[in-house]
């Protein structure tokens, strides 16, 4: 009787100290407690005006936004989306996002602009911004439904919700798909997990071209601080250079040196998710699936998730952490971060 009870209290200790007891079961209610908040500019150059060289510019940074939780754990979730921050801020109809979701289970959460993006579009070079008609082109791209207004019948978007698909549509920067700019975000965010500015255990979260950006950033890094990759259908990949793989733009693929694509490899993991209704021949999934088995030809550690057909959770959009349901979208992150031992708590209340 009396080690039993001891043994219960074991088994709670070791999940209390393990944060399972306090997460998914009570992040809901908890508070958010931070420490600090606030933003800062990383990366850039300083260019000089050729006519008068006592004049400059310091342009081609990126804005990163930060959350420290009172209590922070150890790992940084570094949320990039390629267009617009708003993605990870709420739900499709206006609730919860994974920032403060994640805030309440006390990661640090840093929301980032990459270089010419929203709070960081103070460019070195002119920039040019021609307004197309894409509102029903992203109606397919985010995979509501398989034509502009005729939504999947179990779609995971508040279809009803007139205001919610406005919101949606109308929260986007300009957003500059070239391989230059694809180098230049990439190493910014390389610049930034290497400063340590952002912590020395780093997750990106990202959102499709956001992807190959992230899987860029790591191989130009410097550090081991980034140690995972969690990228809702990630719009384009980085191949090695000794496979004859054929280079593509604006969404790769992108080809690297071996050595760099190696570092890949050594992160602790790697996922890909991908939303329901895609069909195996999408595009992005079929290179998913073989980044996936490339780098783990090397003794990485990638996989990918269907959100439909491995986890059952129908319809879900390209946009999944914003879906309806998007707490059980987090689960699954919860379940990813626990099992790669990426949810410890830091020693003591931040310094950091
Ligand atoms: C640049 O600054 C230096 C030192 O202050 C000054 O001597 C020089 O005249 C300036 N040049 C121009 C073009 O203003
Ligand atoms: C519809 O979506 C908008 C924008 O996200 C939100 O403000 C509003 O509360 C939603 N309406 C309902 C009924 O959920
Ligand atoms: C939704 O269901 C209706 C009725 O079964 C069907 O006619 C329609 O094609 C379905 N829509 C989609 C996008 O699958
Ligand atoms: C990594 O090191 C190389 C070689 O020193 C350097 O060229 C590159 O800029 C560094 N990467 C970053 C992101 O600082
Ligand atoms: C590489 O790929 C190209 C086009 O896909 C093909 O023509 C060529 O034969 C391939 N080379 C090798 C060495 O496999
Ligand atoms: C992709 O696969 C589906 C069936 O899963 C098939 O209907 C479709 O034609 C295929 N598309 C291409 C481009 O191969």
Not at 7 to 22: D, E
Not at 189 to 194: E, G, L, P, R, Y
Not at 243 to 265: D, H, R
Not at 291 to 303: D, F, L, P, Q, V
Request: charged share 20%; aromatic share 14%.
């Amino acid at each position: 009787m009396a080690s039993m009870f001891i043994k219960c209290i074991i088994t709670f200790l070791a999940l209390f100290v393990s944060g399972v007891w306090s997460d998914e079961q009570n992040a809901k209610k908890r508070p958010i407690m931070l420490d600090r908040s606030g933003g800062f500019t990383i990366a850039g150059k300083v260019i000089k005006n050729p006519i008068n060289s006592n004049m400059t510019l310091s342009c081609d940074h990126g804005y990163m936004e930060y959350f420290i939780p009172w209590k922070p754990r150890k790992t940084s979730l570094v949320m990039w989306h390629s267009s617009s921050t708003q993605t990870w801020q709420n739900r499709f109809d206006g609730g919860e996002g994974f920032k403060d979701m994640f805030l309440r289970r006390n990661y640090p959460v840093y929301l980032w602009d990459a270089p010419r993006l929203g709070r960081a579009n103070w460019a070195c070079e002119p920039t040019f911004y021609m307004p197309d008609y894409r509102d029903q082109g992203n109606f397919i791209a985010w995979n509501f439904g398989p034509s502009y207004g005729n939504f999947w019948n179990d779609t995971q978007f508040p279809a009803s919700n007139e205001t919610a698909w406005q919101q949606a549509t109308s929260a986007r920067y300009v957003e500059y798909d070239t391989n230059a700019n694809i180098y230049l975000q990439a190493n910014a965010a390389a610049v930034a997990a290497d400063s340590y500015k952002i912590g020395d255990s780093i997750v990106y979260l990202t959102n499709s071209a956001a992807g190959l950006r992230a899987q860029l950033a790591v191989a130009l890094s410097n550090t081991t601080n980034t140690k995972a990759i969690v990228a809702y259908e990630s719009f384009g990949y980085v191949f090695p250079d000794n496979l004859n793989i054929t280079a593509g733009q604006p969404f790769g693929p992108l080809i690297i040196p071996l050595e760099q694509f190696k570092k890949l490899a050594k992160l602790p993991a790697i996922q890909y998710i991908f939303s329901d209704h895609r069909s195996e021949n999408f595009t992005f999934l079929a290179q998913a699936r073989l980044s996936a088995t490339i780098i783990n030809m090397y003794g990485g550690n990638a996989e990918v998730l269907l959100l439909g057909k491995d986890a059952g959770l129908k319809g879900s959009t390209h946009i999944a952490f914003m879906d309806m349901d998007n707490d059980k979208v987090a689960g699954l992150l919860d379940k990813f971060l626990r099992k790669n031992k990426l949810d410890r708590y830091t020693r003591q209340r931040g310094s950091n």
